[in-house]
């Protein structure tokens, strides 16, 4: 299976002379010239290895490496013009592996690209982990692979955004998220509805998975939604 590089760059003709070096080195390669194309592309073409211009129009890097913060299945080396230690520890804090200042060598940057494509691979989990694994807390249990929610061993009828808003909150329990960060991740960028939509879900979820006390997912009053990790549970 080939291994799959997004570039994301506003200058063109940066972007056609990495993709062109990675095609010839055997990558498949798509390109992306902003950051809302390029979360629309992740979603898309699932790439291991993302290299991300950090100035870029209606999405800079930095947003970008905040959206995609949770997805360890994506190695991203961020490109900039400036040659700051701030700037590149702002971009590391954010979730980038690597960091490169333009101008660079090409042939430096594709032993980059393969040296992150090892990390990323020995840190993903093998297709039969990925088909068995689960997010437990207490009683419930998320099966990622099939989608599939159960309570005390019984399945749930849940709908895909009620899935997806779940999975969220319950992979990383006691982390707030804020009713726009939740409706970004869950509707997309482009959905023109409120964040009421968010509490309208959190609503059902909390019916459906038995949680009247609010114990599992709480509200934090004026911000958003977190999921408690005070049941014995995590990623199994």
Same mark, same amino acid.
């Given at each position: 299976?080939?291994?799959?590089?997004?570039? #994301?760059?506003?200058?063109?003709? *940066?972007?056609?002379? !990495?993709?062109?070096?990675?095609?010839?080195?055997?990558?498949?390669?798509?390109?992306?010239?902003?950051?809302?194309?390029?979360? #629309?592309?992740?979603?898309?073409?699932?790439?291991?290895?993302?290299?991300?211009?950090?100035?870029?129009?209606? @999405?800079?890097?930095?947003?970008?490496?905040?959206?995609?913060?949770?997805?360890?299945?994506?190695?991203? *080396?961020?490109?900039? #013009?400036?040659?700051?230690?701030?700037?590149?520890?702002?971009?590391?804090?954010?979730?980038?592996?690597?960091?490169?200042? %333009?101008?660079?060598? !090409?042939?430096?940057? @594709?032993? $980059?690209?393969?040296?992150?494509?090892?990390?990323?691979?020995? =840190?993903?989990? =093998?297709?039969?982990? &990925? %088909?068995?694994? +689960?997010?437990?807390?207490?009683?419930?249990?998320?099966? *990622?692979?099939?989608?599939?929610?159960?309570?005390?061993?019984?399945? @749930?009828?849940?709908?895909?955004?009620?899935?997806?808003?779940?999975?969220?909150?319950?992979?990383?329990?006691?982390?707030?998220?804020?009713?726009?960060?939740?409706?970004?991740?869950?509707?997309?960028?482009?959905?023109?509805?409120?964040?009421?939509?968010?509490? !309208?879900?959190? &609503? $059902?979820?909390?019916?459906? !998975?038995?949680?009247?006390? &609010? &114990?599992?997912?709480?509200?934090?009053?004026?911000?958003?939604?977190?999921?408690? +990790?005070?049941?014995?549970?995590? @990623?199994?």
């Amino acid at each position: 299976m080939n291994k799959k590089v997004l570039v #994301v760059d506003d200058e063109s003709s *940066i972007v056609s002379a !990495i993709a062109y070096a990675l095609r010839r080195e055997g990558y498949e390669v798509e390109t992306a010239n902003d950051g809302e194309e390029a979360l #629309v592309k992740v979603a898309s073409f699932h790439p291991q290895v993302m290299i991300l211009d950090v100035m870029m129009p209606k @999405l800079d890097g930095y947003g970008v490496c905040r959206r995609l913060e949770d997805r360890e299945d994506i190695g991203i *080396i961020l490109l900039t #013009v400036k040659n700051d230690i701030v700037d590149k520890i702002v971009g590391l804090e954010m979730g980038a592996d690597d960091y490169m200042t %333009k101008p660079f060598e !090409i042939r430096e940057l @594709l032993a $980059r690209v393969k040296a992150l494509l090892r990390r990323v691979e020995k =840190s993903s989990p =093998s297709p039969e982990d &990925q %088909k068995n694994q +689960a997010i437990v807390n207490g009683t419930l249990r998320i099966h *990622i692979a099939h989608r599939t929610v159960t309570v005390n061993e019984e399945k @749930l009828d849940l709908t895909p955004k009620e899935f997806d808003l779940l999975t969220i909150l319950m992979s990383n329990p006691e982390r707030v998220y804020t009713r726009d960060d939740l409706l970004d991740r869950v509707w997309g960028m482009e959905y023109a509805g409120g964040t009421r939509t968010v509490d !309208i879900h959190i &609503q $059902r979820l909390r019916k459906k !998975i038995g949680d009247t006390d &609010q &114990q599992k997912l709480q509200t934090v009053y004026g911000i958003g939604y977190k999921a408690s +990790a005070s049941e014995p549970g995590g @990623l199994v």
